[in-house]
């Protein structure tokens, strides 16, 4: 079973947020990423869109990278804690060589959003979560 | 644009769960499921499992289903505000879903008494899908 998180990482490029806010209400949203380390994931998104307004109000995030589409039993998954915020405009190449610094800054809609996440968890084979580190 | 949940509910058999803690930080979970009505998600876990401490706290949950394989342009997905709770009525519509996805059957003995897992519904409350220009619409559930 492999539990690297950078390797996991790799395999899948939607990561699903789960955000909270002001009021502690969830939100989950599925968010196209880039992850240039395991502890640095990096999107784009509108800042006025409900996940980026619940990082405005609480930065604290859970991120969830994962196949949706297997069977029921192969699922494999990583977890993560990490804490997110709008991010220099200058670091989207890491996120995607296509994208420019103009595209994250005003006037354009989007913005650069990065998580810097603490800890790792992987499903274990009893469908348990096991703390992992980056190899 | 399809704005039908439907497909994407018989298509994708793991949501996403975001439930948030007593102490108010938000949890992400993969979770296999079932829907007989896009309006009652149906799924098993353990009670001492992080979400569903989560929900004995807090009911709100927020759910989200797509498929975490396709391209950035042809995504869809089905967004959704719940409340959820442990239920001990409906195990046998989830062992239904369960089985015509392939899988195993479930028994009321298997949610149970000293079994380690518990059935758990969510009633959604509020529905979104993603419309042309990717913007979220949100959908009547009948």
Known sequence: METDPGK????????????????GRPWASPVWFAAPAADE????????????????ARPEVAI?????????????GLYMEA?????DAA??????????????????????????????WVLGPRDERIEVRPG | MNLDPRELLASIRYMTLATVGADGRPWASPVWYAAPAPSELLWVSQPGARHSRNIANRPEVAIVIFDSTVPNEDAQAVYMEATASQTGEGVERLSAASVSAG???????????SAKHRLYRADVTRCWMLGAEEERVEVKLV
Do not use: C, Q
């Open chain 1, 8 to 23: 996991l990482l790799a395999a899948i490029r939607y990561m699903t947020l789960a955000t909270a806010d002001e009021d």
């Open chain 1, 83 to 87: 804490t997110a915020a709008e991010t």
């Open chain 1, 64 to 76: 969830a990278v994962f196949d949706s589409t297997v069977a029921e039993g192969d699922a494999w």
């Open chain 2, 103 to 113: 899988g195993e059957p479930w028994t009321a003995a298997e949610v149970t008494g």
């Open chain 1, 91 to 120: 670091a989207v190449g890491r996120f995607d060589e296509d994208w420019t610094i103009e595209d994250v800054t005003a006037p354009a809609k989007h913005r650069l959003y990065a998580a810097n996440v603490r800890r790792w």
């Open chain 1, 41 to 56: 994931l990096l999107w784009v998104s509108d800042p006025s869109a409900r996940h980026s307004r619940n990082i405005a």
